[in-house]
């Protein structure tokens, strides 16, 4: 009987992290509905939510520290969301926002920390990378409410219709890939300069990752 070596047991632990973080990620953007239906949703929706990246950091980050502030966050993310629901207010919806920020600020630095200090190109190095695109895009969603929040009205819909958290994902997502439907339109200067920063760190993220993961690839030894 033989026993699988223990580099290869990590790495298969260590894609299925990130593929299960991957696919919690896309579930998440796609069941932010279930926020608003009232009910068990927001619960259930929140739970989730909080522990994403919590699980996520566990499963990639050893270090203590990054393991207890990611858990502080998602606790915290976990308490704004579900008072948000129940009891909403001016001073919840900041909250949330504030407590978002946070929390995909963390998971952006474990995620750097893992895809850029990679000495050599495998799967879930690729899948992490495409993850931290993700949160990234996420996280500029809570940004430009949190600048709606502070002046409203920053955010303009030319169908006329109300900008909510929906709505700020959406065009976040269609801002960080440069689409730019131009159906939202920023309109305050904290809101444009924001935009315009995520559309420039979209296509520089794309650039460094390819230009890295080439490199990394190029340097492997030749058996």
């Known amino acids: 009987m033989t026993t699988e070596p223990d580099g290869n047991r990590q ?13 919690a990620i896309l579930l998440h953007n796609l069941t932010y509905p279930l926020s608003t239906i009232g009910g068990i949703g927001p619960l259930v929706f929140y739970l989730f939510y909080a522990s994403i990246f919590v699980a996520g950091t566990w ?3 050893k270090g203590r520290g990054w393991r207890l502030a990611v858990s502080v966050a998602g606790l915290s993310v976990f308490v704004a969301g579900l008072l948000n629901s129940y009891r909403p207010g001016p001073i919840a919806a900041l909250d949330v926002y504030l407590t978002s920020i946070v929390y995909h600020g ?7 920390r893992y895809t850029f200090t990679a000495r050599i190109v495998v799967t879930d190095v690729v899948l992490a990378a495409t993850s ?24 303009v819909a030319s169908s006329g219709a109300q900008i909510g958290w929906q709505q700020l994902v959406y065009y976040s997502f ?6 730019g439907y131009g159906d939202i339109t920023p309109v305050g200067f904290y809101a444009q300069s924001f935009a315009a920063f995520e559309a420039v760190l979209g296509v520089l993220y794309t650039v460094i990752l390819l230009s890295r993961l080439v490199g ?3 340097s492997r030894p030749t058996e």
């Open 132 to 155: 931290l695109y993700l949160v990234i895009g996420s996280c500029f969603a809570a940004v430009f409410a949190l600048i709606d929040w502070l002046q409203p009205g920053s955010f």
């Open 59 to 61: 499963a990639l980050e």
């Open 174 to 179: 269609v801002t960080l890939t440069t689409v």
């Open 11 to 23: 790495s298969k632990q260590a894609l299925t992290a990130n593929v299960l973080l991957l696919v």
């Open 106 to 112: 963390l998971m952006i630095a474990v995620l750097i």
């Open 216 to 218: 990394l690839h190029a």
